[in-house]
């Protein structure tokens, strides 16, 4: 069977979230470990072929490509690299994709002017360079968020369609557009009704995308019943109980060969679930590489965008009363500019309790994950969140709220702590639940070895989707 995944990011060679890992290691499970043949199809971002290259991978010619999208017509071409057992093909149009700031604007919260151009030629290349890549038409076209979605839209209209995968990452990023880009793109009007294209009057890729799938899935069961609610659903719960075929919820995994304290370069000592005793030596590296100083405290771990749908504002609030719950925190992330200001006035006012990196490094974060003994994700909503399985990969206890993937992977008293509403008092109390069980040492090291050898892999996930994938063709 031949499946081809089309999406707007890939690790580690163009990355701005989450997102990206499971584009990395969702094809490479399929391939490896059931046979598949599987591609990738992402844009060629400015710096990616620095990547590639640092990686030593080869980046081939590949194919030539004419795309015609409405009223542009674009050279372009379908680089192809293999990794492993993975083709990625890399679409290299320089007017669309070579350029500075981030992959999806100038910079800070900005987009590009052009996103609806930019990621409809995504798809429309995906559809027209599948077979070279694969050798051979694609059996499943898989695509992700609504930067993929175009690929689905286009994929639907070709004559024999194959089967069709709209996968939903965050429902809150729907891909919205004025209505006009219809006749630039040249989509039919007929698209243009509340069961496909149009959300208000405007165009939404992902809306369209959906109703254009076989089955639409999501990262978690829970957010899968999730999104169905008016609370959750985006201004899309009626047509996703109505419109879509079918919605469904996988969990996703992670790669458990590159998430592995017993093998990670970036560790200052390796440890496993049999044998914790280099975690204090991770743990005390970590306080010291950011200037906290080593206590007996539990340390509490934060790595997420700086934003209210993160309850990052909520982690802001605790910080004043970290003395008094006995914890220190170190806190890794960027995004809305009065959050960052907020943490650096905290960091400054409370540096003995709090340390504070704006900023992504993936180094850091794994640094983190090792050396922290708690690890907050308070998110209002949350798909999945990746977070809470590289923590319990690592032995740091993940306390959460119980929503989406969150509620799905962390079982309460088992693998971590849950906590039912996302506010202060909650998040408080969570917190002064695990400085209670971090006292009593064999409890608490009993509560990191389940949480470590939770499998959080990509086994089982892969294969759900790759049934999924039979289903359709069978």
């Known amino acids: 069977m031949r499946v081809v995944h089309v999406a707007s990011e890939v690790a580690p060679f163009a990355q701005s979230g989450g997102l990206a890992d499971v584009v990395s290691g969702l094809p490479a499970a399929q391939a490896e470990d059931h046979g598949l043949t599987v591609g990738v199809i992402v844009p060629m971002y400015r710096g990616v072929a620095g990547r ?30 293999r990794v492993g057992r993975v083709r990625y093909g890399f679409v290299e149009c320089a007017a669309l994709y070579d350029r500075p700031g981030t992959m999806y604007g100038p910079g800070g919260a900005g987009e590009w002017h052009d996103n609806h151009l930019r990621f409809a030629a995504l798809g429309k290349a995906a559809i027209v360079g599948a077979s070279a890549l ?9 695509v992700h968020d609504w930067q993929g979605a175009p690929a689905a839209i286009y994929a639907r209209m070709a004559p024999s369609p194959p089967a069709i995968i709209a996968t939903i990452h965050n429902l809150a990023y729907r891909g919205i557009f004025p209505k006009l880009v219809m006749e630039e793109l040249a989509l039919p009007w007929s698209l243009f009704t509340p069961q496909q294209l149009e959300f208000y009057d405007q165009v939404s890729f992902l809306k369209g995308g959906l109703a254009a799938a076989d089955v639409v899935t999501t990262v978690s069961p829970s957010y899968a019943q999730e999104i169905l609610t008016p609370e959750r659903g985006e201004a899309l719960d009626g047509f996703l109980r109505w419109d879509v075929k079918r919605v469904i919820g996988i969990v996703n995994g992670i790669d458990a060969r590159a998430w592995d304290p017993m093998h990670d370069a970036a560790l200052a000592a390796p440890f496993s679930h ?37 309850g990052l504002d909520l982690v802001a609030d605790v910080v004043p009363e970290l003395a008094a719950l006995g914890a220190r925190m170190i806190v890794l992330g960027a995004g809305e500019p009065e959050l960052e200001g907020r943490f650096r006035w905290l960091a400054e006012q409370f540096s003995q309790h709090l340390a504070v990196r704006i900023g992504f490094d993936v180094g850091l974060a794994r640094r983190i994950y090792a050396g922290t003994d708690l690890f907050v994700m308070p998110s209002r909503f949350e798909p999945c969140g990746l977070g809470q399985l590289y923590a319990m990969r690592y032995g740091s206890i993940p306390v959460v709220h119980a929503v989406g993937g969150l509620r799905d992977t962390v079982t ?14 909650s998040l408080r109390g969570a917190i002064a639940r695990g ?40």
């Open 52 to 81: 590639l290259a640092q990686a030593g991978i080869t980046l081939e010619p590949g194919v030539s490509l004419s795309l015609e999208v409405g009223v542009h017509k674009l050279t372009a071409a379908l680089r192809i690299a």
């Open 134 to 142: 694969l050798d051979g038409p694609a059996d499943v076209v898989h």
């Open 274 to 310: 049999r044998d914790l005793a280099g975690r204090a030596i991770d743990r005390a590296a970590i306080l010291a590489e950011v200037g906290i100083p080593a206590t007996d405290d539990p340390v509490i771990g934060v790595i997420a965008r700086m934003t209210g749908q993160k």
């Open 412 to 425: 309460d008293g088992v693998t971590g702590i849950r906590f039912t509403r996302a506010d202060v008092a």
């Open 435 to 474: 400085v209670a069980l971090h006292r009593t040492r064999t409890t608490f090291t009993a509560l990191q070895r389940a949480a470590m050898q939770r499998d959080s892999s990509w086994m089982t996930p892969a294969l759900e989707y790759v049934q999924l994938y039979r289903s359709l063709r069978a």
